[in-house]
């Protein structure tokens, strides 16, 4: 007789990693915390001595950047651990969101918050990778549904360096790096810009 394949984790399993998973949230929530609380004190001393040094003020401004994107990732991670115990809870932990079938103990200690098995992610990332060569396909080949990139520069002129112009002579032409392009007929201009002189 033929064994089952295993639907879900037993109850046991599940406390098991349900107890991993608390332990990592109540990491995360600290980190989280240690974080917001050096945002604050950025802000309350970093922002409010402005007007010395360019350089200082501009990294006081680039560690709050780095100190916000961090709060931000270990937010998101602490909610895909919060869905992870409520997967636990509906006993659907564990099993990859693509192949339905369960996702390895050994990867779930690792990743506790995984929805996917190795298998399902590879899957899911040859699906990402064959939908965005159709859309760059379907752009080359010029699809129906997509606006043509404009023909023209998109300003009025272009500057052009070192452009030719012809002089009063007729024949001889001398080099200005002062030229511009009409972008609409494309007709050369010398600038006044040199005009004081």
């Known amino acids: 007789m033929a064994q089952e394949p295993t639907v879900r984790y037993s109850d046991e399993e599940l406390e098991e990693f349900r107890m991993l998973i608390l332990d990592k949230l109540a990491k995360a929530e600290e980190e989280l915390a240690f974080t917001q609380k050096q945002i604050d004190e950025l802000n309350e001393v970093g922002f409010h001595q402005q007007g010395g040094d360019w350089y200082d003020d501009s990294s006081a401004h680039t560690d709050l950047e780095l100190l916000q994107r961090m709060a931000q990732r270990q937010q998101r ?5 919060k869905n992870a115990l409520l997967r636990i809870q509906n006993k659907t932990y564990g099993i990859c969101t693509v192949t339905g079938k369960l996702i390895d103990k050994n990867r779930l200690r690792l990743v506790p918050h995984a929805t996917k098995s190795l298998e399902g992610k590879n899957i899911a990332n040859a699906q990402r990778t064959q939908l965005a060569g159709e859309d760059t396909k379907a752009l080359l080949e010029g699809d129906s549904d997509r606006p043509a990139p404009p023909t023209r520069p998109i300003g009025d002129r272009v500057r052009l360096p070192n452009t030719l112009l012809s002089s009063e002579a007729g024949d001889e032409w001398e ?6 392009e009409n972008a609409e007929g494309y007709t050369t201009q010398k600038l006044d810009d040199d005009d004081d002189e």
């Open 175 to 180: 080099i200005s790096s002062e030229t511009m």
């Open 77 to 81: 991670h602490i909610q895909d651990l």
